[in-house]
């Protein structure tokens, strides 16, 4: 079982490059998010899609855009990074009810230099 | 804003000891508070799920307790193994959605073989 995948694993940007993190999950999920980790902070809430066709606004959302493809993929877009963006980003899907956890992918560790 | 706090950042233990990780949070209508495991390089495990509803789940050798009236959840780990070295997450959720889950900075645990 797949879960959520996230592709790349790792990447470094130069400030002002732009570039789209890919985000699959194969559990049928209607929600998918979009997390950052930093050192000394909990994970922040960036983007996330309660189903197919919407999107709102988390915690951080300045700097980055997302598209929810389709149920399955949910992408998250840097259109010119920052130093700032140096993170660690997570997808997840599900956590839909109360009652129901949430599936983590591996992370993408970006360097914005 | 939920806050949500781990005390003590970093934890070492010998081998076959117990151990008990802290969580606590400012806001006490919580629906459920999870905790999370995350290894380096990897997302993030769910390990327990506890409902507003319930005092305590147990899964193996974890044993996650709440105490909404003080704001409190402790993760109690028996007889720790080298493998249970990891970075521990707790994670308060206020609504249905993970884009509902505060999450605090962790307890990095090492056990010592």
């Known amino acids: 079982n797949a879960g959520v995948t996230q592709t790349p694993k790792f990447q470094v940007l130069k400030t002002g490059q732009s570039m789209t993190l890919q985000c699959a999950q194969d559990?049928?999920?209607?929600?998918m998010y979009w997390y950052r980790q930093d050192p000394g902070m909990g994970l922040r809430l960036i983007y996330y899609?309660?189903?197919?066709?919407?999107?709102d606004k988390g915690e951080v959302p300045n700097g980055y855009n997302v598209s929810r493809l389709n149920k399955r993929e949910f992408s998250l877009r840097l259109e010119s990074a920052a130093p700032s963006q140096t993170s660690v980003y997570f997808c997840?899907?599900?956590?839909?009810?109360?009652?129901?956890?949430?599936?983590f992918g591996q992370g993408t560790r970006l360097t914005v230099v | 804003k939920q806050e949500v706090t781990q005390i003590p950042a970093a934890l070492s233990v010998p081998e076959g000891e117990n151990l008990v990780l802290n969580c606590s949070f400012t806001d006490s209508a919580i629906y459920n508070l999870q905790w999370f495991r995350q290894d380096p390089g990897k997302g993030l495990t769910s390990l327990l799920l506890i409902q507003s509803s319930q005092r305590e789940q147990t899964s193996g050798r974890l044993n996650a307790s709440l105490d909404k009236s003080s704001g409190r959840s402790t993760l109690y780990i028996a007889a720790s193994q080298p493998g249970d070295s990891a970075t521990y997450l707790c994670?308060?959720?206020?609504?249905?959605?993970?884009?509902?889950?505060?999450f605090g900075t962790g307890t990095r645990l090492t056990v010592i073989p």
């Open positions: 997840a899907s599900g956590g839909d009810w109360m009652d129901t956890e949430a599936f």
């Open positions: 899609s309660a189903s197919e066709g919407t999107t």
């Open positions: 559990m049928n999920h209607n929600s």
């Open positions: 994670a308060a959720q206020k609504g249905a959605g993970a884009n509902n889950l505060f």
